[in-house]
């Protein structure tokens, strides 16, 4: 009896109606992809338009600050929205990892195209460009000879001729967290300690800001991202400044990474994943670093021009998950230290 009437109902145009309902609502559900990018629009937009013409899934955004996107996918839990996370820094992806808002991800793509080093150890995130934080020097006051490491600007010789960004911003935590890495606590608060002796004046707002500083001759040496760097250089090409590779004897530049990981409860897992694995493509590559004068995660792209005219350096090879698990000793270390 029950049997004849389901078939019937199957047998139904209502049935067939409401079944065709139900795939367009999986394939509408399917063909888009929601993400959170505290990378501003103008530096994921054309990525996100290149994924949507090769696959016509769709990228929805939003926009924001890490701190707050992070408590916002926290806050929604298992009802956000939200399949993808990007972030300009390893060590806030480490936290929304260690938070438990996203997930693994096994992927040959991303295995083969992302290093080892820039990738999480759990796979729940993955670099996408790399962020060489480095020495900029002034040229007029600085011979590229006297300089040599990091660790070097603690040196008596730089006394008042340093500028620093403040240790409030994560890119410094971050440089610090690998220096602990690399040193122990003890020997990198002898080099912090040093670097606040030398500096020439309070610590600054931002990288930018640090950089007009040593053009000005205000200070002679500082540390910043390279791509601040590009962006003033391309403003006036006249500054007198220039790019210093440092620690190529010793551990390398210290690198940092935009990158993303799946949320924990996104909706659209499998568009996510293809999302981010077009992200680790030859093709988002290039994009994905160029639009910010960045250098492609994936070693096999060719670097910018403008931004290979700098050199070659050998970078840091451990693992950035080091200035997520050692951050907070960092930001301890650095106010112990004094450095603002
Ligand atoms: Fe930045």
Same mark, same amino acid.
């Given at each position: 009896?029950?049997?004849?009437?389901?078939?019937?109902?199957?047998?139904?145009?209502?049935?067939?109606?409401?079944? /065709?309902?139900?795939?367009?609502?999986?394939?509408?559900?399917?063909?888009?992809?929601?993400?959170?990018?505290?990378?501003?629009?103008?530096? /994921?937009?054309?990525?996100?338009?290149?994924? $949507?013409?090769? $696959?016509?899934?769709?990228?929805?955004?939003?926009? &924001?600050?890490?701190?707050?996107?992070? *408590?916002?996918?926290?806050?929604?839990?298992?009802?956000?929205?939200?399949? +993808?996370?990007?972030?300009?820094?390893?060590?806030?992806?480490?936290?929304?990892?260690?938070?438990?808002?996203?997930?693994?991800?096994?992927?040959?793509?991303?295995?083969?195209?992302?290093?080892?080093?820039?990738? &999480?150890?759990?796979?729940?995130?993955?670099?996408?460009?790399?962020?060489?934080?480095?020495?900029?020097?002034?040229?007029?006051?600085?011979?590229?000879?006297?300089?040599?490491?990091?660790?070097?600007?603690?040196?008596?010789?730089?006394?008042?001729?340093?500028?620093?960004?403040?240790?409030?911003?994560?890119?410094?935590?971050?440089?610090? #967290?690998? +220096?602990?890495?690399?040193?122990?606590?003890?020997?990198?608060?002898? /080099?912090?300690?040093?670097?606040?002796?030398?500096? *020439?004046?309070?610590?600054?707002?931002?990288?930018?800001?640090?950089?007009?500083?040593?053009?000005?001759?205000?200070?002679?040496?500082?540390?910043?991202? $390279?791509? =601040? =760097?590009?962006?003033? +250089?391309?403003?006036?090409?006249?500054?007198?400044?220039?790019?210093?590779?440092?620690?190529?004897?010793?551990?390398?530049?210290?690198?940092? /990474?935009?990158?993303?990981?799946?949320?924990?409860?996104?909706?659209?897992?499998?568009? %996510?994943?293809?999302?981010?694995?077009?992200?680790?493509?030859?093709? %988002?590559?290039?994009?994905?670093?160029?639009? !910010?004068?960045?250098?492609?995660?994936?070693?096999?792209?060719?670097? &910018?021009?403008?931004?290979?005219?700098?050199?070659?350096?050998?970078? !840091?090879?451990? !693992?950035? %998950?080091? %200035?997520?698990?050692?951050? $907070? #000793? #960092?930001?301890?270390? +650095?106010?112990?230290?004094?450095?603002?």
């Amino acid at each position: 009896m029950f049997k004849l009437n389901m078939n019937n109902f199957f047998a139904s145009g209502a049935c067939a109606i409401f079944a /065709i309902f139900l795939l367009a609502g999986q394939s509408a559900r399917a063909q888009e992809v929601v993400v959170y990018s505290a990378r501003i629009e103008q530096l /994921i937009k054309p990525m996100f338009d290149a994924f $949507t013409k090769e $696959t016509g899934i769709k990228v929805k955004y939003t926009t &924001d600050n890490e701190g707050a996107l992070l *408590a916002r996918l926290e806050a929604e839990g298992k009802n956000t929205p939200a399949d +993808m996370l990007i972030t300009a820094d390893a060590g806030n992806l480490w936290a929304a990892a260690r938070a438990g808002l996203l997930k693994p991800v096994q992927s040959d793509v991303l295995e083969k195209n992302i290093p080892a080093h820039l990738q &999480d150890p759990q796979n729940e995130w993955f670099g996408l460009s790399i962020r060489a934080r480095t020495i900029i020097y002034n040229t007029n006051k600085v011979k590229p000879g006297e300089l040599s490491t990091y660790e070097d600007l603690a040196d008596p010789k730089w006394n008042k001729r340093l500028c620093l960004r403040t240790s409030k911003k994560v890119y410094n935590q971050s440089l610090v #967290a690998m +220096m602990i890495a690399e040193h122990g606590e003890a020997e990198t608060e002898k /080099i912090v300690k040093g670097w606040v002796a030398n500096l *020439a004046t309070d610590p600054l707002s931002d990288d930018t800001r640090a950089l007009e500083f040593v053009a000005a001759g205000k200070c002679d040496v500082t540390i910043v991202n $390279t791509y =601040y =760097y590009g962006r003033l +250089m391309q403003k006036d090409p006249k500054l007198p400044l220039a790019v210093f590779w440092p620690n190529q004897s010793q551990g390398g530049v210290h690198v940092n /990474i935009s990158g993303a990981g799946i949320t924990r409860y996104g909706k659209h897992p499998q568009a %996510a994943i293809q999302l981010l694995e077009f992200l680790s493509s030859d093709k %988002a590559q290039n994009l994905f670093a160029d639009v !910010n004068m960045e250098y492609p995660a994936n070693p096999n792209i060719k670097v &910018d021009a403008f931004v290979a005219s700098w050199g070659d350096f050998k970078q !840091n090879p451990m !693992n950035l %998950a080091k %200035a997520g698990e050692l951050q $907070t #000793a #960092a930001v301890k270390l +650095m106010d112990r230290a004094g450095y603002r």
